[in-house]
């Protein structure tokens, strides 16, 4: 099952835990918020990555969900 990762930037402080441990998906901006490099995630070691960094964030402003399935060509 593929997964992609959402951020509630409502919600982000900017702690940035989430860079930290998922570097291969998020990046920071200049004002330490997250931005995404890609929402879905096709390997497991990047799903591993997201979930841990889901479970760090201090106030829970990302969300890993299935992806929706890609309707062939």
């Known amino acids: ?3 992609q990762l ?3 930037l409502e919600r982000c402080t900017g702690h940035g835990m989430c860079a ?3 570097p291969s998906l998020i990046d920071l901006d200049q004002w330490g918020f997250p931005v995404l490099r ?3 995630l096709p390997s497991e070691a990047e799903a591993r990555s997201a979930r841990r960094a ?3 964030c201090p106030v ?3 969300k ?3 992806a ?3 309707r062939p060509r």
């Open 38 to 40: 890609h929402e879905s």
């Open 68 to 70: 929706a399935p890609q």
């Open 1 to 3: 099952m593929r997964f």
């Open 54 to 56: 889901v479970a760090a």
């Open 60 to 62: 829970a402003a990302l």
């Open 20 to 22: 930290l441990l998922a």
């Open 64 to 66: 890993l969900e299935p």
């Open 6 to 8: 959402r951020i509630d």
